[in-house]
Nanobody
Framework: QVQLVESGGGLVQPGGSLRLSCAASGRTFSIHTMGWFRQAPGKEREFVAAVSWSGSNTYYSDSMKGRFTISRDNAKNTVYLQMNSLKPEDTAVYYC????????????????WGQGTQVTVSS
């Protein structure tokens, strides 16, 4: 019922910046929260940030707060993740997801997922 498409990933040097986009389509009126997660090879999927679909509530992982910023453009049905001061440990596949109920922190609470976009931070 909801389709999500991520874009904006790529290769950046440590200390660089990157902005990811997630375009939503379908029954977006049912979405309560949009979240960003990331997963590195051999690691569990990790919460990054979330924003309410309507309203302005935002949530961040403590390790990323201050470097990453989540935002929303309702006119474009798009959620963004601005990433600054990137570190090699930020290298992962980044996913956006649509949330209807439950805790925004847990990936199991999200109902729809994009295919992910690769972010590589390396010198």
């Amino acid at each position: 019922q909801v389709q999500l498409v991520e874009s904006g990933g790529g290769l950046v040097q440590p200390g660089g910046s990157l902005r990811l986009s997630c375009a939503a389509s379908g029954r977006t009126f049912s979405i309560h929260t949009m979240g960003w997660f990331r997963q590195a090879p051999g690691k569990e999927r990790e919460f990054v940030a979330a924003v309410s679909w309507s309203g302005s509530n935002t949530y961040y992982s403590d390790s990323m707060k201050g470097r990453f910023t989540i935002s929303r453009d309702n006119a474009k049905n798009t959620v963004y993740l601005q990433m600054n001061s990137l570190k090699p440990e930020d290298t992962a596949v980044y996913y956006c997801a649509a949330h209807y109920r439950g805790s925004y922190y847990y990936s199991t609470s999200y109902d729809y997922w994009g295919q992910g976009t690769q972010v590589t931070v390396s010198s």
